[in-house]
């Protein structure tokens, strides 16, 4: 029997350092934010739609997808933001199903999705665990303004257009604080993956 554990956090909490962990641990990871870049290259249905959607403004001369313009449409309208979710979500989630399927047969003990938008987007029921990566909200919000190096006003409209990561705290079946170093936050992952019955050797 293989356990699914949805990794998730919110902006700017520091999630790829966890999924770092179980990488170096040869531990399977799907990453939602890496076939989410594969579904829009060119030629895949996902690519089409969005330019016939949106127009040819959002691509860079060679033709693919200009992220940044297509993501100063859709942060700040909703409506838009919309748009953009039925085009590339059935994609994505099709392609991290075949790809969690793929594993489960291969018979691996631990699978990981790590998926930004679980809570946002209802991906429970293709997990068996939610992990939620945490950190206090002001470190969050001090962390995304340098990270991106924008105002806390651009900052916050990023972080509202999530499910707060409080909220997604209280619904999770564990979570890692991760606002202290590197070493500790691994050793509270260990912790948790020994409560689920899993060893890390």
């Known amino acids: 029997m293989s356990l699914v554990v949805g990794l998730t956090g919110s902006i700017a909490t520091g999630k790829s350092t966890i999924s770092n962990m179980f990488e170096d641990w040869h531990i399977p990871v799907i990453d939602a934010d890496l076939i989410s870049r594969q579904v ?74 790590d998926i930004p938008l679980l809570f946002e987007s209802e991906l429970f029921d293709y997990v068996d665990k939610v992990l939620v990566v945490y950190i206090d909200p002001e470190i969050q919000l001090n962390r995304l303004t340098e990270r991106d190096q924008i105002s806390a006003e651009q900052a916050l409209e990023k972080i509202n257009a999530q499910i707060p ?11 890692i604080n991760n606002g202290g170093n ?20």
């Open 165 to 175: 990561i409080t909220e997604k705290r209280k619904r999770a079946d564990a979570i």
């Open 182 to 201: 590197v070493e500790e936050s691994k050793q509270q992952l260990i912790n948790v993956l020994d409560q689920w019955g899993i060893s890390i050797h």
């Open 40 to 113: 829009v290259e060119i030629g895949e249905p996902a690519y089409q739609q969005i330019v016939e959607t949106f127009g040819e403004d959002i691509l860079h001369e060679d033709r693919t997808l200009n992220r940044q313009a297509l993501g100063a449409i859709v942060f700040k309208d909703e409506a838009e933001r919309k748009k953009l979710n039925q085009i590339i979500h059935p994609q994505i989630r099709k392609t991290m199903l075949e790809q969690r399927d793929q594993l489960k047969e291969a018979g691996y003990e631990l699978i990981v999705m």
